[in-house]
């Protein structure tokens, strides 16, 4: 899956650099992104002209030749490292190999990422090796457009998604109240078991996560809470799962609501207003729409309710506060954004579109379907139905 980065060439062209310099871990998604490598220690990459080279540890040589998109792949080694650390200590010898693989690319100028180490970069320019910082989100702009391959990975990561979801429906769907909570196979129902039951999905489904929210009650107000304890019937439940799978590296990202038993009124007509505003957006979804114009219309669905929005008053922490969704690839939260500032939306986008309600004397609402733009519109990457009440 090597990249297309010919808008990086002009990039670089045009602030008078001879090539990119990254230095991170694999996990880092630019790194990944050019490179194809996930090594977990940090290594450096240098793009030149089309090539991509590699400075990685002697241990990881190997599996950079035959897993990365790299033209070449050199160690410290190749540079003397041991005879600079005897003469001159780790942390110097280290900068002076950073030096002479820039050089043996016959690079002088180069442009780096805003969180670019800063004594790499010293140690660079004390070598009279122009290091330039570049603003702009260059690398972000290129991943948020996604090939025909990314968005099956990413497709492919949101199956996997669902299947995690079906069994927490599934549980719930079976639970029984006793003593004011939810039981489920002979225990208390938690925030933690529902997640476990997530995680083990998701592992025997090739995909991974370090966190996940279940959230009930008074927890589910706020939108980014993980949820802890036991669950409790007759209240919203925001179930939100955003794996990576462990292959490929992308994401995917889903978000359901539901309730055990009865809903308040105001619950339930949140629920529909909030399904509602997905429709809306989802309607409105089709290559040359802004990220703003979707916002906006989310706003207008819920303010047309009496329920408030950051857009019709900036400092409410209670209705709909955050933005409408977000791009989703090697990160779970990408450009495009679709907010007050979203900009236009591009085929080949992949974005979030999840509404939502917040109140701690209600709890939380919240509905995610997960969706690319496509020439003659978009297509839901998400097939899993709503259900409020289960």
């Known amino acids: 899956m090597r990249r297309e980065l010919d808008a990086l060439d ?3 062209s045009a602030m008078g650099v001879d090539g990119y310099l990254i230095d991170a871990p694999g996990t880092n998604a630019d790194q990944r992104y050019v490179t194809g490598f996930g090594a977990v220690d940090p290594f ?3 793009y030149v002209n089309g090539t991509v080279h590699l400075l990685v540890r002697g241990l990881d040589r190997g599996l950079a030749r035959e897993d990365s998109f790299a033209d070449t792949v050199a160690a410290p080694v190749d540079f003397s490292y041991r005879e600079k650390v005897e003469e001159h200590g780790a942390p110097e010898a280290q900068r002076l190999v950073a030096v002479e693989f820039v050089r043996s690319r016959d690079v002088n100028r180069v442009a780096v990422p805003e969180r670019f180490p800063l004594g790499r970069a010293e140690g660079l320019r004390a070598a009279d090796i122009g290091v330039e910082v570049t603003t702009e989100d260059i690398l972000g702009d290129i991943r948020a457009v996604k090939t025909d391959e990314e968005v099956a990975a990413i497709r492919e990561a949101q199956r996997a998604t669902e299947r995690s979801m079906r069994r927490v429906q599934s549980l719930l769907s079976d ?3 006793a003593d004011g909570v939810l039981q489920a196979e002979g225990e208390t129902l938690t925030s933690e078991r529902l997640k476990e039951e997530i995680e083990v999905t998701l592992v025997r489904n090739g995909c991974a996560l ?3 929210i279940v959230a009930g009650g008074e927890q589910a107000a706020d939108p980014h809470h993980r ?7 007759n209240e919203p439940i925001v179930v939100d799962i955003f794996p990576r799978e462990k292959e490929t590296k992308y994401h995917a990202d889903m978000t359901r609501t539901f309730c055990v038993g009865e809903p308040s009124e105001t619950a339930r007509a949140w629920y529909d207003r909030t399904e509602a505003a997905l429709e ?4 409105m979804l089709s290559p040359g729409v802004t990220g703003a114009a979707v916002h906006d219309a989310v706003c207008d669905v819920y303010e047309e309710a009496g329920i408030p929005t950051t857009r019709s008053d900036e400092g ?12 989703v690839g090697l990160e779970v939260h990408e450009a495009p954004s679709v907010n007050t500032v979203g900009e236009e939306l591009e085929v080949g986008h992949v974005v979030t579109i999840e509404p939502g309600v917040y109140d701690p004397s209600v709890g939380g609402i919240r509905i995610e379907d997960l969706v690319v733009i496509t020439e003659d519109g978009h297509e839901n990457l998400t097939d899993y139905e709503k259900q409020f009440v289960v």
Do not use: I, K, Q, W
């Open 10 to 12: 002009d990039h670089l």
């Open 44 to 46: 450096t990459s240098l």
């Open 175 to 177: 639970a029984t109240v």
């Open 210 to 212: 370090e966190e996940t």
């Open 227 to 233: 949820g802890n304890g036991p669950l409790s019937p």
């Open 280 to 283: 809306t957006a989802l309607d």
């Open 316 to 327: 409410t922490d209670r209705g709909f506060v955050h933005g409408t969704g977000h791009g």
